[in-house]
């Protein structure tokens, strides 16, 4: 798997933000706010490598294309590894299933 560093990387900084998140919570409100801004910051990442690390597919002409980084973060997804896309070929909104780009 291409880029797994940066996969490990995001979710542990999202683990140890809740676990800030928590503790700041209750003990200081700066800690809290801290945490909050490193756990979007940990999605944020996420989300990166889930738009470099994978290509779609078009079901209505199956044509395999890249979405940007607000795509990926405002299209609407249809279970695991499906999402609603315009396909650049057909210029249909469709739903696309992702792929490795492995």
């Known amino acids: 798997m291409e880029n797994k560093n940066y996969l490990i990387f995001s979710i542990l900084l999202m683990i140890f933000s809740l676990i800030l998140l928590f503790v700041g919570a209750v003990l200081n409100f700066k800690l809290f706010v801290v945490s909050l801004i490193c756990f979007f910051i940990g999605i944020a990442l996420l989300m990166h490598w889930s738009t470099i690390s994978y290509k779609w597919i078009c079901d209505e002409c199956g044509e395999t ?38």
């Open 65 to 102: 294309f890249k979405i940007t980084f607000s795509e990926n973060i405002f299209g609407i997804n249809h279970g695991v590894n499906c999402k609603s896309l315009y396909c650049p070929k057909c210029n249909k909104k469709t739903m696309c299933k992702c792929v490795s780009k492995q």
